[in-house]
């Protein structure tokens, strides 16, 4: 299961802007139809990354394969916390998750030393079904704690 979520990360690596420093970006989804709800949250990460890149992910399934529903990138700030934001998605269950690149990157995708996290998951025990329910308006956070890959 491990592999098959780097492997995940590979495919998602290959997105749209995405600020890290508390600066929301309207996003425009790679295929997740538009809503009208903005879905924001913090970014923990084990330790200050300045100018690594971080993307963030929301989907409906936790296969890369057929692609993803929505999707930002940028870099990480001097901090070790972060917020994002995404703007006009569409109401659903979906999962969320994160990956900041220390040693792989958007080429290689993640490897050991790399940070990953999901919303309601660790990297040992992701979340089984999509957790992230999102209104059909309004605002919702999502916070993600962020873990190194071993």
Do not use: E, H, W
């Not at 425009?28 to 809503?35: E, I, L, R």
């Not at 040992?124 to 919702?140: K, L, Q, R």
Request: charged share 5%; with cysteine.
């Amino acid at each position: 299961m491990k592999k098959s979520i780097y492997f995940l990360f590979i495919i998602l690596a290959f997105s749209f802007a995405f600020l890290y420093q508390g600066c929301g970006n309207d996003d425009n989804p790679v295929s997740g139809g538009v809503g009208s709800t903005t879905v924001t949250g913090t970014l923990t990460i084990p330790a200050a990354a300045p100018g690594k890149t971080v993307i963030v992910i929301i989907d409906s399934d936790r296969d890369g394969d057929n692609g993803f529903l929505y999707s930002a990138t940028g870099t990480v700030g001097s901090g070790t916390s972060g917020t994002y934001t995404f703007n006009n998605i569409a109401n659903g269950t979906y999962y969320i998750y994160a990956v900041v690149f220390i040693v792989g990157n958007t080429n290689t995708g993640p490897q050991s030393g790399d940070y990953l996290g999901f919303y309601g998951g660790t990297i040992n025990n992701p979340p089984n079904s999509a957790n992230a329910t999102v209104p059909s308006s309004g605002s919702v956070t999502f916070n993600i704690n962020l873990q190194v890959m071993t």
